[in-house]
């Protein structure tokens, strides 16, 4: 027995490889599948920026057009390069501005034709993978001279105006009101556009687009504070819906320093189709691990459609499942943000004593995962007294079951857009709860036997069983039969599974190929 709650060893260990043998045929189709949205970050990274008149990324137009002529499951790096270097031209962005015009068609080159082309490739996807290296060393020298906050948790914030430029100046204040990371929230329904708007923005409905001019707006907004703070100020968005991978590109390119990467939740929440979710997912998270990011997984959205008691164990199994898919690619226990959420209902008796007993199950499941707790919005009522108080009692669990990333709630939750106001009251109540109460982690032990014990391992079966017959249908048949969050997506249905190819006997992927290099 080991921990606060007496978990058993054997059945942890029984319980992640339940999770490898639920999760290893994804992996195997991962593999061998590609889709658009990967292909068109192998070309991003290659250096193709920029958009048409009408607003399309170059890299789309590319990416349609090659496919157009040869199709998807090659791969379009050979393609793409053997036209360029039949044009004598290292500039892929003019040679996708050719194709749009139709002044360019692509073959499948062989012999020499191919040989040059897969160094042509390699060389300029290289040089891509270089840049988000440079920047990750860029993040390990400004945390070394600025610091990492004080405390744990860290104090995670969303701003979200729609406008970038009014993002900046909100979020430079919430730092100085204590926030460690800003999260720039994306805009509503930006995960079902199958491309990456270009530039600034300054409309955006619910939250503000995430492109590649935003990122680079809001990174060097924050260190600008980081520089005034003395204190690394870090940066999050969103590598999720139709374009996980490029989203991952350009987030590695301009130093963000966590992204929201989870393997079901386009699945879940935007119906988008399964195959393409964990084709994309897959590549997303080996940039993420290259450049050194933080995921931060969905888990908690499971409880806001499934009664977070009966249903708690599934967000268990989501959690090990996330764990084996982002080990998988490449990534550290350290930049393994999984997801769970304070989102029992309140009238339950011995709330609070259940959130405590689930909360400590993750941490003791993953004891060198960050974690992030996501603050209550099903229940949050519009009484903004209640509501404070459940905050106060959220950020009370998270100080005592020591939480690595705690996501700000505020009492206006899920009720209106919060006021600015509303955002002040909040961060008092994370600093009072965390000032007052934030060593109470090495206090804290439940009694032997007793009712948060009890729990905690009674969660830990239900997983166990769920993993056991997860192993015997398959993941994709458990996700079509609705059992994460009672959505119900079969593999064959839902958005983007048009933009899904099975790898021809000659696909080539030099950024994959570089990714999986042993070091």
């Known amino acids: 027995m080991a921990g606060k709650l007496g978990l058993d060893p054997v059945l942890v260990a029984r319980a992640r490889e339940l999770a490898r043998r639920a999760g290893r045929p994804v992996v195997d189709m991962a593999r061998s599948h590609t889709t658009v949205s990967v292909e068109r970050a192998v070309l991003r990274l290659a250096g193709v920026t920029g958009a048409d008149p009408d607003g399309i990324p170059w890299v789309n137009r590319l990416v349609d057009a090659v496919v157009a002529d040869v199709g998807l499951g090659h791969g379009v790096a050979l393609p793409v390069f053997d036209a360029l270097v039949r044009e004598q031209s290292t500039d892929v962005t003019l040679l996708a501005q050719k194709a749009a015009a139709g002044s360019v068609r692509f073959a499948l080159p062989a012999g020499r034709s191919a040989t040059a082309a897969r160094r042509a490739a390699r060389k300029m996807v290289a040089a891509g993978v270089r840049q988000i290296d440079r920047r990750r060393v860029e993040r390990d020298r400004l945390v070394k001279r600025y610091g990492d906050p004080a405390q744990r948790p860290w104090i995670y914030l969303i701003v979200a105006t729609g406008d970038i430029y009014e993002d900046i100046p909100q979020a430079q204040a919430a730092a100085r009101a204590g926030a460690d990371v800003i999260a720039v929230i994306r805009s ?11 530039g600034a923005t300054r409309e955006g409905f619910a939250g503000t687009y995430a492109t590649q001019e935003n990122f680079r707006l809001m990174r060097a907004a924050l260190d600008e504070s980081s520089r005034e703070l003395g204190r690394y100020v870090r940066l999050t968005n969103y590598a999720s819906g139709l374009c996980m991978p490029e989203m991952a590109a350009l987030a590695g390119l301009e130093r963000l320093d966590m992204m929201l990467n989870d393997s079901m939740y386009g699945i879940l929440f935007r119906d988008i189709n399964p195959v393409r979710t964990f084709v994309d997912q897959r590549f997303s998270r080996q940039v993420h691990a290259r450049a050194g990011i933080i995921i931060n997984t969905g888990e908690d959205n499971y409880l806001t459609t499934a009664d977070a008691v009966d249903e708690a164990h599934t967000v268990t199994v989501s959690q090990l499942l996330n764990e084996y898919f982002a080990h998988e690619a490449g990534l550290a226990d350290w930049q393994l943000g999984l997801g769970h959420a304070f989102e029992i209902n309140p009238d339950v008796p011995e709330s609070f004593r259940l ?39 959220f950020n009370l669990v998270g100080a005592m079951t020591g939480q690595g990333i705690l ?108 990714l999986e290099q042993v070091a």
């Open 188 to 198: 509503t329904g930006q995960s079902l556009l199958d491309y990456v708007p270009e």
């Open 407 to 514: 996501l700000v709630g505020m009492m206006t939750e899920a009720v209106v857009t919060p006021w600015l106001s509303d955002r002040d009251i909040a961060l008092q109540n994370v600093r009072y709860v965390l000032g007052a109460a934030g060593g109470l982690r090495e206090d804290f032990v439940p009694a032997p036997g007793g009712f948060i014990q009890q729990r905690a391992n009674r969660v830990l079966g239900e997983a166990l069983d769920l993993l056991e017959r997860i192993g015997e249908q398959s993941l994709l048949t458990a996700i079509a039969e609705g059992t994460f969050g009672i959505m119900k997506r079969p593999a064959d249905r839902g958005k983007g599974l048009s933009g899904v190819a099975a790898h021809e006997g000659d696909y080539y992927n030099p950024a994959t190929e570089i």
């Open 355 to 393: 959130e405590l007993a689930h909360a400590l199950l993750a941490r003791e499941l993953f004891p060198d995962a960050p974690l992030k707790w996501m603050p209550p919005t099903k229940h949050m009522t519009g009484d903004v007294f209640r509501g404070n108080l459940l905050d106060g009692f």
